[in-house]
């Protein structure tokens, strides 16, 4: 619809005023709320910020750029020597509403791209069924494919001498790292710094893309709730690898929340 949904809104509103109820309680004096993709794009965004306001908390809605910028210093303060030192590097957000590219290489200025393709907006649009039709787990495959090659194109091709490191973050690609380890209690150091194969990627959409929901819900290392999205995830990560003709990735759990944290204590 292009808006925030009642439903949704009356969720989060529900919980950021839990959240200013822990703060007062605990006697904190600074804080930041921030908003992404799905406050960006929606045609209700001024309603629903000032419903936010009026819980106490001011709102620092971020463009593309300042979220990757923030999100790479939040993923730069986790990653090991060894890939940040990697020329060329990409660093991606994979994210519900939007995605997040920066390509770093070394005595050159950080190039940072957005685009608007996030696992929940991708699920919501293109549902798959549950359980998954295989039909319909390629359409939704060919169009993130198409976004992708596109925004290759516009931002990276002339601009990559050779395949990058690619380093992930955000909740669908560390949900993947706690899936390939089998977690039963999440522990983002055993995250930090975790390479995926495209091989092993390939093995978990295999499974993730053959089961109901439910069953899925109950994979160790997926946390339940993220159960809805994880086939748009899968995909989107298998076609990330492609598209920079990288056979793994570097998983970091550390990202826009540490960079934003970061930024206040500056």
């Keep these: 619809t292009g808006r925030l949904a009642p439903e949704a809104v009356d969720r989060t509103l529900a919980v950021l005023a839990r959240f200013v109820e822990e703060m007062q309680a605990l006697g904190v004096e600074r804080c930041q709320a ?68 920066v390509l770093l290489r070394p005595g050159a200025a950080p190039v940072f ?89 390939e093995e978990m959409a295999g499974r993730i893309t053959a089961l109901p929901e439910a069953v899925r819900a109950r994979l160790p290392g997926l946390e339940p709730a993220k159960a809805g999205v994880m086939v748009a995830g899968v995909l989107a990560v298998l076609e990330i690898l492609k598209v920079f003709g990288q056979d793994s990735l570097v998983v970091v759990d550390a990202g826009l929340l540490e960079g934003l944290l970061s930024d206040m204590a500056t």
Excluded: C, H, W
């Design 34 to 101: 921030a908003g992404t993709q799905a406050v960006r794009q929606a045609a209700n965004r001024e309603e629903f910020l000032a419903q936010v306001e009026n819980l106490g908390l001011a709102v620092r809605l971020l463009d593309p750029e300042e979220e990757a910028r923030l999100t790479l210093a939040g993923v730069l303060a986790a990653l090991a020597p060894q890939y940040r030192q990697a020329d060329p590097l990409v660093v991606f957000d994979l994210g519900g509403g939007s995605s997040e590219f």
């Design 113 to 201: 791209a957005g685009l608007a393709l996030g696992v929940l907006t991708l699920s919501q649009a293109f549902p798959v069924g549950d359980p998954p039709e295989a039909t319909k787990v390629e359409a939704l495959q060919q169009e993130i494919r198409g976004r992708l090659k596109q925004f290759y194109a516009e931002n990276f091709s002339d601009r990559l001498p050779q395949p990058p490191t690619l380093v992930g973050t955000a909740g669908a690609v560390t949900t993947l790292a706690a899936m390939s380890l089998e977690m039963t209690a999440y522990d983002p150091q055993r995250v930090n710094n975790l390479v995926l194969s495209r091989e092993r990627l």
